[in-house]
C-alpha cells in the first residue's frame, strides 16, 4: 500500500537490464489475436488470462505439474464449511513499490465480484471478505464450495491504491462511454511488468527485478505481436522474426516438424468437442420428420454416436491432432476415469437396427449447424461427420457459421445438431456439467445446455457435486454424472483438441493444458 | 460554378446516407457481439441485459437515426471490442494506411507511365511483349497471392525483409511515422509493392494505349514534319496528352487503395484501417464497421469531387458545352 520506489525507475532500472543476470533474453510470440484489455477482472477471455498471469499474480495458481500451488497466499484453513481463511505472503511488491496486503487482496476479489466484471463464474458462491489483519482474510461462501481454491487462480490480485487513485476501482464497463485507465495499463506483482502495449500490433513485457520469486526461465523482455494471417505469422516464425507461434494452423505442421530450425510440441488442451442434440421441442425446423422430434428418442441419438467412425476421424481429418473421447471431459479435468471415457462402440449395423426400432428405417433430414473458425478443423470433421450419418440414412444438412453468428445461433435453440467445444477453465468437471447437462435454470446452470437436454436424476447429482466436501464422495458423483449422459447420450462427444505449438529450437517452455505459455519457465538458450 | 458544387455537394450527402444506410443493414447480419463481449459462461440474463444496454434491442429505425445522429458530431462510441474511442482509433490507424497507399501510388505511377510508354513505342519487341504479359498478371493474380509470394521470397527464403508489421515509427503530434526510420522503410518495401502492382499495370496499360492512340493523330505527324527531334515528339507533345486520363484514374483510384489495402494489410499484418476493419469484422464490433465505411465512402465522394473540379477546371470543352445547353 505505501509507495515506496515510483514505477518509472523500476522499469528504468529493468529496460536498462540493471540488476538482471548478463545479457538480455528477448522471448518474441505471435497469435491470431490480441488481448481484450488488461483490466483483469473486465473480459473473461482465455488468451487475456494467459498474459496476464505473467503481471498479476494471484492467490493460488497451478504449477508445472497442474497442481494448485499457493502463490500470493502462503496458506489457507477451512475454519467451517463456508469460511476459509486464507494467509497472505509478505514482502511482496506491485511494480510501482506499494506493498500488498490484505486490502488489497479483499479489493481485488470484491471487484472481481462487481457487477461490471465477467469473472462471476469465477466468483460464484463467495459471498463476501473480511480481513482478519494485514496478511489474513476470510472468505465467506453461501455454501460449501469445493471449487474455490481452483476458482481463485484465475482471480488476479491489484493494488487498491492504484486503482482507486485512476479511478480504475470498477471493472472497465464495456457499456459506458468513458476509457478505463486499467484497461491500457497494468501494475501486479507478476515476474514481469507492462511496458507499452499498441492493441493489435505490439505488447512488450519486461523482467520486474524486484520480482519476490525465484525466476525458472531466463527472458528478460517479452514481445507479443498478434499477427492475423496464418500464412504470415508461420513465415514470421520460418524467417526468424519470432521465436514461436502458439497457433500454427494444422496444414503447416508437417513442414513445420520437418524444418531443422524448428520443433512442435504438441500438447491435449482440456478442451473436448462435441455434437449437442435438441431434446426439447416437438417437432425440428428443417426436418423432413413432421409432428415429432427424432432427437428427442434415446435409440437415434445413439444410432448417430455408433455411426461415427471416430478412429477415422482422427486418423484422416485431424491428422492425428485428437484424443477420442467418450467423456465431455478431458483427462486433465479432475473428475475424469477411464471408465467414463469409453466409447460407444463404431458399428453401422448396430446404428442402422437402432433407427428402424425408432421408426426411421430410411432415415430422415435434419439441421446441422457448425462454426468454421472457432475450433481447429471445425467445419472439415462436420462434413466428414454428415458423409458418416448418410450411410445410415440421416441427411444432416450441414450449415456452416462463423463464429459470431454462430454462438447467438445456438444461444437462441436454434441447432437442431450443433457442434461445440468445452474448455475448463478450473479444471473441475462441474464446470462442464453445470454448464452443459444440467436443465436450463438460473445462476449459470445449463447455461450452455442449447439442446436443451433435461433429466431430473443429472440436475440432482449436479446439485449434491455443488456442495460435496469430501473429495473422494464427490469424484464418484461425477463419475456417475458422466456415465449417466454417456447412458442418456445427451451428447456426442468426439474428442480432446491437441494443440500444438511451433517454436524454435533454442526456445524452451512446456505446454499447458489450457493452452497458455508459463512465462516463469520460458527460456532461450 | 457555385450551383454545380451545391449539386455535387447535395449528391455526396446522399451518397453518404445510402451507405451508411447499406451498412447498417449489413449489421443486422454480422452477428452478435454480446456472445464475444461476455464469454462463454454468461447466463441469458446478462445477454439480455447487455443487449438492452447497448441498444442492440432496439427497432432498426430507432437504432439507424441514433446512429447518423452522432456519426453527424463525428461521435462514433467506443469500440466494443478495444473499449476505446472509435475516432481516436481512426486517427491512430489512419496515417499506417495513407502512407502506405500514397507509397504504393507513387511507386505505381514512377514505374507504370515509363513501361506503358516503352510498350507503346517499341511495339512488338521482345521487352515490349514481356512486360504486356507481365502486365497480365499484374492484373489477374489476387493481391493475396502476390502478398505471399513475396513474403516466402524476401522474408523467408532470403531474410532480407520484414514480413509483418509496420516497424519502428515516430511519432509526430497524433501522426506516426514509419518513413522517418530505416526499420520503418525496411517494413514499408513490400506491402507497397504488393499494393501497387494491379495500380501499377492498370497505368502502364492505359498509358500504352492512349499513347498509341495519340501517335495517330494529325498533330504529330505535323510536329514530324515540322523535324521535331523523336525525344521532343515523344516526350513533348504525345505524352503530354496521355496523361489527362491517366491523373483522373489516378486519382480516383487513390480511393480503391485506400480502401482495398484491407487484403494487403491482413496479409502483412500491417496496422492500418483495413486491418482495423476487418478484427471488426470478426467481432461484430459494429461501432468500427460503421465509422469505417463510413469514412471510406467520405474519401471516395472528396476524391470524386475533386476529380470533377479539376475537370472541370482542366477541360474547356466542359464549359463551354454546358453554356451551349444553357442557351
Same mark, same amino acid.
Given at each position: ?27 518474441? +510470440? ?35 505439474? =497442474? ?70 482474510? /476470510?472468505? =465467506? ?55 507499452? +502495449? ?10 520486474? #527485478? ?86 428427442? /428418442? ?60 425408432? @421408426? ?32 445410415? @440414412? ?20 436454434? @441447432? ?8 475448463? #477453465? ?32 443429472? /440436475? ?66 | ?22 451498412? =447498417? ?18 447466463? #441469458? ?37 478495444? @473499449? ?90 497524433? +501522426? ?41 493523330? /494529325? ?27 491517366? *491523373? ?11 480502401? =482495398? ?16 476493419? *476487418? ?6 464490433? *459494429? ?41
Amino acid at each position: 500500500m505505501r509507495t515506496c520506489h515510483p514505477l518509472s525507475i523500476a522499469i528504468a532500472a529493468a529496460a536498462l537490464g540493471i540488476g538482471l543476470p548478463a545479457g538480455a533474453k528477448t522471448f518474441r +510470440w505471435s497469435s491470431a489475436s490480441d488481448i481484450p484489455t488488461w483490466d483483469i477482472h473486465s473480459q473473461n477471455n482465455a488468451l487475456g488470462n494467459g498474459v496476464h498471469a505473467a503481471v498479476y499474480e494471484s492467490l493460488f495458481y497451478y504449477n508445472k505439474k =497442474f497442481e494448485l500451488e499457493p502463490v500470493l497466499a502462503t496458506g489457507y484453513r477451512q475454519l467451517s464449511a463456508t469460511q476459509l481463511r486464507i494467509t497472505l505472503r509478505q514482502g511482496v511488491r506491485f511494480h510501482d513499490g506499494a506493498v500488498f496486503d490484505a486490502d488489497d487482496a479483499k479489493f481485488s476479489l470484491e471487484r472481481a465480484m462487481a457487477k461490471t466484471s465477467n469473472y462471476g463464474v469465477y466468483t460464484q458462491g463467495i459471498d463476501h471478505i473480511v480481513k482478519v489483519d494485514d496478511y489474513t482474510i /476470510d472468505v =465467506f461462501t453461501k455454501g460449501p464450495n469445493p471449487v474455490l481454491l481452483r476458482q481463485m487462480t484465475e482471480l488476479r490480485m491489484m493494488d487498491k491504491d492504484w486503482a482507486e487513485k485512476n479511478k480504475s476501482a470498477e471493472p472497465k464497463d464495456i457499456k459506458t462511454k468513458e476509457e478505463n485507465f486499467a484497461h491500457r495499463n497494468a501494475n501486479g506483482t507478476g515476474p514481469f511488468m507492462l511496458k507499452s +502495449w499498441d492493441q493489435d500490433v505490439r505488447l512488450v513485457l519486461v523482467r520486474n #527485478p524486484n520480482w519476490w520469486g525465484k525466476l525458472e526461465g531466463n527472458v528478460t523482455e517479452i514481445v507479443y505481436t498478434p499477427i492475423k494471417s496464418e500464412a504470415t505469422r508461420i513465415a514470421a516464425l520460418l524467417s526468424g522474426e519470432v521465436d514461436m507461434v502458439l497457433d500454427p494452423s494444422p496444414a503447416d505442421l508437417a513442414r513445420l516438424r520437418a524444418s531443422s530450425a524448428l520443433k512442435v510440441v504438441d500438447g491435449a488442451e482440456n478442451r473436448t468437442i462435441f455434437f449437442g442434440m435438441d431434446q426439447f421441442r416437438d417437432e425440428l425446423p428443417g426436418s423432413n420428420v413432421k409432428g415429432r422430434n427424432p432427437l428427442k /428418442d434415446l435409440r437415434v441419438r445413439k444410432a448417430l454416436y455408433q455411426a461415427i467412425d471416430i478412429q477415422t476421424l482422427n486418423r484422416v481429418t485431424m491428422r492425428g491432432l485428437s484424443q477420442p473421447t467418450g467423456a465431455l471431459i478431458s483427462p486433465q479435468v479432475n473428475g475424469w476415469t477411464r471408465r467414463a471415457d469409453a466409447r460407444w462402440p463404431y458399428d453401422v449395423t448396430a446404428a442402422r437396427r437402432l433407427l428402424a426400432e425408432a @421408426g426411421y428405417p430410411q432415415g430422415f433430414e435434419v439441421d446441422f449447424a457448425c462454426p468454421n473458425n472457432r475450433y481447429i478443423n471445425d467445419e472439415e470433421i462436420c462434413q466428414s461427420v454428415a458423409a458418416m450419418w448418410a450411410k445410415i @440414412g440421416v441427411k444432416a444438412k450441414l450449415r456452416t457459421l462463423p463464429l459470431v453468428t454462430y454462438f447467438p445461433m445456438i444461444q437462441r435453440y436454434e @441447432g437442431s445438431i450443433y457442434m461445440l467445444g468445452w474448455g475448463v #477453465p478450473t479444471f473441475d468437471a462441474l464446470y462442464t456439467l453445470q454448464s452443459l447437462v444440467r436443465s436450463v435454470g438460473a445462476q449459470g446452470d445449463g447455461n450452455y445446455n442449447v439442446g436443451r437436454y433435461s433429466n431430473p436424476q443429472m /440436475d440432482a447429482l449436479v446439485e449434491r457435486i455443488k456442495a460435496e466436501v469430501d473429495q473422494k464422495t464427490r469424484n464418484q458423483l461425477i463419475e456417475q454424472a458422466l456415465l449417466l449422459s454417456h447412458q442418456d447420450v445427451s451428447h456426442i462427444p468426439l474428442h480432446n483438441q491437441v494443440i500444438p505449438w511451433a517454436m524454435k529450437r533454442n526456445i524452451d517452455l512446456y505446454h499447458r493444458a489450457d493452452n497458455r505459455i508459463d512465462m516463469r519457465a520460458v527460456k532461450v538458450n | 460554378m457555385l450551383p454545380f458544387i451545391l449539386r455535387r455537394l447535395a449528391q455526396a450527402v446522399i451518397v453518404m446516407l445510402t451507405v451508411a444506410f447499406i451498412a =447498417f443493414m449489413l449489421f443486422q447480419y454480422v452477428g452478435d457481439p454480446v456472445t464475444n463481449l461476455l464469454g462463454q459462461d454468461a447466463t #441469458p440474463e446478462q445477454r439480455t441485459q447487455l443487449r438492452a444496454d447497448l441498444g442492440l434491442d432496439q427497432p432498426f429505425p430507432v437504432q439507424f437515426a441514433a446512429f447518423v445522429g452522432n456519426a453527424m458530431r463525428g461521435e462514433f462510441g467506443l469500440s466494443l471490442r478495444q @473499449g476505446r474511442k472509435v475516432s481516436s482509433l481512426i486517427v491512430e490507424r489512419f496515417p499506417a494506411t495513407l502512407e502506405l497507399a500514397f507509397c504504393a501510388a507513387l511507386l505505381a505511377l514512377i514505374f507504370g507511365i515509363p513501361m506503358g510508354v516503352y510498350a507503346a513505342l517499341r511495339r512488338g519487341n521482345f521487352l515490349a511483349q514481356a512486360l504486356m504479359t507481365f502486365s497480365l498478371l499484374g492484373v489477374s493474380l489476387p493481391t493475396f497471392l502476390i502478398g505471399i509470394l513475396l513474403i516466402l521470397v524476401f522474408a523467408v527464403t532470403f531474410k532480407v525483409l520484414p514480413s509483418f508489421g509496420r516497424g519502428e515509427t515516430i511519432a509526430i503530434g497524433a +501522426w506516426t511515422t514509419g518513413l522517418l526510420t530505416p526499420d520503418g522503410w525496411k517494413h514499408l518495401i513490400l506491402p507497397s509493392v504488393t499494393l501497387c502492382i494491379f495500380q501499377l499495370t492498370l497505368i502502364m496499360r492505359l498509358v500504352r494505349a492512349e499513347m498509341l492512340e495519340v501517335l495517330r493523330t /494529325d498533330y504529330i505527324k505535323f510536329a514530324r514534319a515540322r523535324g521535331l527531334s523523336d525525344r521532343s515528339v515523344y516526350f513533348g507533345h504525345a505524352l503530354k496528352n496521355t496523361l489527362v486520363p491517366v *491523373i483522373t484514374i489516378t486519382g480516383l483510384q487513390l480511393g480503391s487503395l485506400i480502401a =482495398f489495402a484491407i487484403i494487403t494489410e491482413t496479409v502483412f499484418q500491417w496496422p492500418g484501417m483495413g486491418l482495423l476493419f *476487418i478484427q471488426a469484422v470478426q467481432f461484430a464490433d *459494429i461501432p468500427v464497421m460503421a465509422a469505417y465505411l463510413c469514412l471510406i465512402a467520405l474519401i471516395f465522394v472528396v476524391i470524386n469531387l475533386a476529380v470533377d473540379l479539376l475537370y472541370f477546371a482542366v477541360d474547356p470543352r466542359l464549359r463551354i458545352e454546358r453554356a451551349a445547353v444553357g442557351h
